[in-house]
């Protein structure tokens, strides 16, 4: 039995080889970025990207789990692919809310940030190019539909080139590591929301003040022992924060999923993942018994709806879009033949976007 030196030893030498190995690694992936800069050609490219984890994990004889190779060569990309070209992403920001959270975890830690004020400027960001791609929350399991990201996919030339789903724990964070003398708590309005049980039992006496995002609260409950704020772990650690109670939200499982939003010349749609989905918006003329017309097409050839989701078209008719998701691939013959027929009983037809679905 090696004692705990001569086993640090041994992991001092492993990482060693390691090293040379990522940085031979790093190396070619920086001279495959010189041939994409020649050919014009796309930096980030998800399906490669999937079969690499793919193909690894075939191999993998363990003890690393699947998912921790995954997560470790997600990063080991992230931070290739940054040497190619810094992808720049934007989100709703400041530092530390979900939206930050959700860019990580989709393109590893290697990218750079471009925090917005609001879903409008990330919008904005990824069509004017100061951005690559755009990050947003399009739905909460528990509060719906975030409206303001699906209005703004309607008439953007941005397309949904994948998403990610995000398990939200709101904690309740403030410089003292308890909850004592607590008078105020600063959060967004969803989240006071979604954590309202929980503050009306255990500080029923403090105030519940509405801030533009979570990060502010938290930001803001860091000038101020008295105040406290409702974000997540990151944030904390941000803002130098103590997390007083853990995930104080009522949901346990409160889960929000966000799109990601670019041009197609930064990224045409994706390949075919074997696991895939369709978002559509249209609108169908203004007659009994059209709305379920456009349903029949996916159940003649067989293709599934997730989502359907109706938004007013505001042109005081009580017209509507419908925001449709379907599973599977256009380059399907069934997905492609329900498609076909679905855009012709449509007075309007827009595809957002074909991705592969999160796990
Ligand atoms: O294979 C490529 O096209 C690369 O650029 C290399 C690499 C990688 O690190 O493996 C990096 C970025 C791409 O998103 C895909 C893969």
Same mark, same amino acid.
């Given at each position: 039995?090696?004692d705990?030196?001569?086993?640090?030893?041994a992991?001092?030498a492993?990482d060693r080889?390691?090293?040379a190995?990522?940085?031979?690694?790093?190396?070619?992936?920086?001279?495959?970025g010189e041939?994409?800069?020649?050919?014009?050609?796309t930096v980030?490219? $998800?399906?490669r990207? #999937? @079969?690499?984890i793919?193909? =690894?994990?075939?191999?993998? *004889? %363990?003890?690393?789990?699947a &998912?921790?190779v995954?997560?470790?060569?997600r990063?080991?990309?992230s931070?290739?692919r940054?040497?190619e070209?810094p992808?720049?992403?934007?989100?709703?920001g400041?530092?530390?809310t979900?939206?930050?959270q959700?860019?990580v975890?989709?393109f590893?830690?290697?990218i750079?940030?471009v925090?917005c004020?609001?879903?409008d400027e990330?919008?904005q960001?990824?069509?004017?190019?100061?951005?690559d791609?755009?990050?947003?929350p399009?739905?909460?399991n528990s509060?719906?539909?975030?409206t303001r990201?699906l209005?703004?996919?309607l008439?953007?030339?941005l397309?949904?080139?994948?998403?990610i789903s995000?398990?939200?724990?709101h904690?309740?964070?403030?410089?003292?590591?308890?909850?004592d003398?607590v008078e105020?708590v600063?959060?967004? $309005?969803?989240?006071l #929301? @979604?954590c309202?049980?929980? =503050?009306?039992?255990?500080? *029923? %006496?403090?105030?519940?003040? &509405?801030?533009s995002?979570?990060a502010?609260?938290?930001?803001?409950?860091?000038?101020?022992?008295?105040?406290a704020?409702?974000?997540?772990?990151?944030?904390g650690?941000?803002f130098g924060l103590h997390?007083?109670?853990h995930?104080?939200?009522?949901e346990a499982?409160?889960?929000?999923r966000f799109?990601?939003?670019?041009?197609?010349q930064?990224?045409a749609?994706?390949q075919?993942?074997?696991?895939d989905?369709?978002?559509l918006?249209v609108?169908?003329?203004n007659?009994?018994?059209?709305?379920?017309?456009?349903?029949?097409?996916?159940k003649?050839?067989?293709v599934s709806?997730?989502?359907f989701?109706s938004r007013p078209?505001?042109?005081?008719?009580?017209?509507?879009?419908?925001?449709i998701?379907?599973?599977?691939?256009p380059s399907?013959?069934?997905? #492609?033949?329900?498609?076909?027929? =679905?855009?012709?009983?449509?007075?309007?037809?827009k595809?957002?976007g074909?991705?592969?679905?999160?796990?």
């Amino acid at each position: 039995m090696r004692d705990l030196a001569q086993l640090r030893d041994a992991i001092d030498a492993v990482d060693r080889e390691l090293l040379a190995v990522l940085n031979r690694r790093a190396a070619l992936a920086n001279e495959v970025g010189e041939l994409k800069r020649k050919e014009g050609s796309t930096v980030y490219r $998800p399906e490669r990207e #999937a @079969q690499v984890i793919h193909n =690894l994990q075939q191999r993998n *004889p %363990g003890p690393l789990k699947a &998912a921790q190779v995954a997560t470790v060569w997600r990063e080991i990309m992230s931070a290739c692919r940054s040497l190619e070209a810094p992808q720049r992403v934007a989100y709703l920001g400041p530092k530390g809310t979900f939206s930050e959270q959700a860019a990580v975890e989709f393109f590893g830690s290697s990218i750079e940030h471009v925090p917005c004020v609001n879903f409008d400027e990330v919008f904005q960001a990824a069509t004017s190019g100061t951005a690559d791609f755009g990050v947003v929350p399009v739905e909460n399991n528990s509060e719906g539909v975030v409206t303001r990201s699906l209005d703004l996919l309607l008439h953007s030339p941005l397309h949904i080139v994948g998403e990610i789903s995000l398990l939200v724990r709101h904690h309740l964070l403030r410089l003292s590591p308890s909850l004592d003398g607590v008078e105020v708590v600063l959060a967004h $309005p969803q989240a006071l #929301a @979604q954590c309202q049980g929980w =503050l009306s039992k255990h500080l *029923p %006496g403090a105030e519940r003040r &509405a801030v533009s995002s979570n990060a502010e609260g938290a930001r803001l409950a860091a000038t101020n022992p008295a105040w406290a704020g409702i974000a997540s772990e990151r944030a904390g650690s941000e803002f130098g924060l103590h997390v007083a109670a853990h995930a104080i939200q009522d949901e346990a499982f409160n889960r929000t999923r966000f799109a990601v939003v670019c041009l197609p010349q930064v990224l045409a749609a994706p390949q075919a993942s074997g696991q895939d989905c369709v978002s559509l918006v249209v609108s169908v003329p203004n007659r009994p018994g059209a709305v379920h017309d456009i349903l029949a097409p996916l159940k003649r050839h067989g293709v599934s709806m997730t989502r359907f989701e109706s938004r007013p078209a505001r042109s005081g008719q009580w017209e509507y879009f419908f925001y449709i998701d379907l599973q599977g691939h256009p380059s399907q013959p069934q997905v #492609a033949a329900a498609l076909a027929e =679905l855009q012709s009983l449509c007075a309007f037809y827009k595809v957002l976007g074909t991705y592969p679905v999160a796990d």
